[in-house]
């Protein structure tokens, strides 16, 4: 397709355009916020018409829930690859935990403008979008609870329902995550990992005895 925009012919490349689009939802969302970026704003950003903006997305809203899918399946695939690293299987769980979350927070956060977008400008949008958070929190609900079974088995536990820890680690994993993206000055990704670590095994528990292989 020939389109004619600022008096240049151009080839229509959709990839491109979208590309294009992603990027500039990326920057204004986490510049001016998503409230405050209109449709037109994004299309004068990414270089595109307006008729491009709505082959590719349905809705200003599409857009970020696209730019929230990336940088959460990001961080799902490099916990999933991280799983399969040498030597996971067997090293003592507060390693494991600190590998897994270092693996995750290293990729969520590795774009501030994607972080931000991610854990801020998604929240109280639209019922639609807490509905797609929550299909995500449900995704980390079940990884995690698996881990936390892991980490009983091998002598860690608290007295608690496993179900609630899950759910209130999930939580303040998002939680930490969202004040990370409102910062001007972000925290280093290790930070993240060290009080993530730290968190999450307060919450299921010491091992069992000094000295157990955990």
Known sequence: ?????????????PVRCREQLMAAGRTLFAVYGYARTSVEDLCVAAHVQLRDFYREFESREALLVDLYDEVAIGGMRATELELSAEGIETCPTEERIHRLFDAYVRVVTRDPQAARV??????????????????????WVEFLTSEAERAAQRGHGTD??????????????????????????????DWLTSEL?????????????PGTSA
Not at 199 to 207: F, R, T, V
């Open 1 to 13: 397709m020939v389109d004619q925009w600022d008096g240049v012919r151009a080839t229509r490349d």
């Open 118 to 139: 991610a854990f801020v400008e998604v929240l109280g949008v639209s019922r639609a979008m807490d509905e797609h958070l929550a299909m995500w929190r449900s995704v």
């Open 160 to 189: 608690g329902d496993l179900t609630v820890v899950v759910q209130v680690l999930t939580h303040s994993v998002d939680e930490l995550l969202a004040h990370h993206g409102r910062r001007p000055r972000q925290v280093p990704s």
């Open 197 to 209: 670590t730290r968190m999450s095994l307060a919450m299921i528990g010491p091992g069992a005895t």
